[in-house]
């Protein structure tokens, strides 16, 4: 009984990580939290939510469909990346779009470890 219990536990330990590093992985979901964050910190006008929201998911989209290619092309992501964040440096003011790429410099630490 108690190799039972400690299997089960186990199990569920195991799944939990694994879901978890399944989200933290998936491009939609990733995008979603970077709008949410922009949304609830950086004070966002309606038209700046409409054009932030706008961009995220034109960029959603292209790393959906480079990911169902296979192995995404590192170079070309990283042009997605850098026209993205041109795109946000039109669409916020300097203090926004400063706070944006700290945060996203964060992120893209806490990614690596």
């Given amino acids: ?3 039972l219990k400690f299997v089960v536990l186990a199990l569920m330990i195991f799944g939990s990580i ?7 992985r ?14 609830e910190n950086l004070d966002l006008s ?6 932030v929201k706008e961009v995220n998911g034109d960029f959603t989209k292209e790393i959906q469909e480079m990911l169902q290619g296979g ?5 070309k992501m990283k042009e997605m990346q850098t026209d993205k964040m041109k795109q946000m440096e039109e ?8 706070e944006y ?5 964060k992120m893209e630490s806490k990614r690596r470890r």
């Fill in 91 to 98: 669409i916020l003011s300097e203090e926004q779009f400063k």
């Fill in 101 to 105: 790429a700290e945060y996203k410099e």
């Fill in 26 to 39: 998936d491009p939609k979901a990733m995008i979603e939290k970077e709008t949410n964050w922009m949304i």
């Fill in 71 to 75: 192995r995404p092309d590192r170079t």
């Fill in 46 to 51: 309606d038209s700046q939510v409409k054009e």
């Fill in 1 to 3: 009984m108690k190799k």
């Fill in 18 to 24: 694994n879901l978890t590093m399944a989200q933290r």
